[in-house]
C-alpha cells in the first residue's frame, strides 16, 4: 500500500535569481528530452526508459556529479534525478547532453510530491540521498528530510531488498538519520544495528565532499536494505 505523507515536509527553501543564457538554453533545449513533471502522475517506468531494468532514485543530486558519473558506469541500469534548484538542473542537462547519456530522467521538483504522486509502490531498487540540508538549528529540525513518514514513503517505493542510501558530513545529522532508521521495522541496517557503513565504492567522491576533507570533515554513510514485508 503506497503511504501517503500526513506531514508536510518542506526540506528546501528557494533562493534563486534569474537564469543564465545556458541555463535558459539547457531547458529550451534539453528538457524536452531528459524532463519529468509531476503532472504526468504516476510513472509507467518500463514505457519511459523502453526497457526493463533496475531503477535508482537520486534526491537532491545538485549539479548531478554523482548521478552522471553513476549513469555513465552503469548504463545497464535506469536513474531519476530529483532536485528542486534550476540552475543545478540546467547544468546536469546539459552534461547529459553532451555525453550522449540515454539512461537518466529528471525532476526539477519537491521529492516528497514525486514520490507521492509519480513514482509506482515497489518499483525501485535503490534510493540515494547525499548530504540533505541537515537544518542545523532546532528550530529547524522539522524541515529536516529524513523523518518517519518519508522514510515509509521511501520503503513503500522500493522493492524488497532495495537499498537506501543516505550520506551527510554533518555528525548530528547523521545521528539523527540513524536513529530514525532503526525506529522503522521497514528496514535493516546492513552495517548491524546502530552502525554506520564505510563509504561504499560505488559512492562517487564528489568535488564537495572531497572539499570538505580538505577541510577535515568527516563523512557518515547510512545503508539499509528494506525488509521483505511481514
Known amino acids: 500500500m503506497s503511504t501517503t505523507l500526513s506531514t508536510r515536509i518542506r526540506s528546501f527553501v528557494r533562493r534563486e535569481g534569474r537564469n543564465s543564457k545556458r541555463q535558459a538554453h539547457a531547458w529550451e533545449t534539453f528538457w524536452p528530452q531528459f524532463g519529468l513533471s509531476q503532472t504526468e502522475g504516476l510513472l509507467d517506468l518500463d514505457n519511459l526508459f523502453s526497457r526493463h531494468a533496475p531503477r535508482i532514485v537520486e534526491i537532491g543530486f545538485g549539479k548531478g556529479e554523482s548521478l552522471l558519473a553513476q549513469a555513465k558506469a552503469h548504463p545497464e541500469q535506469d536513474y531519476i534525478g530529483i532536485e528542486v534548484y534550476r540552475t543545478g538542473v540546467a547544468h546536469l542537462l546539459h552534461q547529459l547532453a553532451a555525453e550522449h547519456i540515454t539512461n537518466v530522467r529528471l525532476f526539477c ?42 522514510v515509509s514513503a521511501v520503503a513503500d517505493r522500493l522493492k524488497t531488498g532495495g537499498l537506501f542510501h543516505m550520506a551527510t558530513d554533518w555528525e548530528p545529522y547523521a545521528q539523527w538519520m540513524r536513529t530514525v532508521m532503526e525506529e522503522s521495522a521497514a528496514f535493516e541496517n546492513i552495517a548491524g544495528k546502530n552502525q554506520f557503513s564505510p563509504r561504499p565504492e560505488q559512492r562517487t567522491l564528489t568535488r564537495f565532499e572531497q572539499r570538505g576533507h580538505r577541510l577535515g570533515h568527516e563523512v557518515w554513510d547510512l545503508l539499509y536494505r528494506k525488509h521483505p514485508a511481514p
Open 109 to 150: 521538483a519537491d521529492a516528497v510530491e514525486v514520490l507521492q504522486r509519480c513514482l509506482p509502490p515497489e518499483s525501485l531498487d535503490a534510493v540515494l540521498l547525499y548530504f540533505p540540508d541537515p537544518w542545523p538549528k532546532k528550530r529547524h529540525h522539522k524541515r529536516r528530510l529524513v523523518q518517519a513518514p518519508f
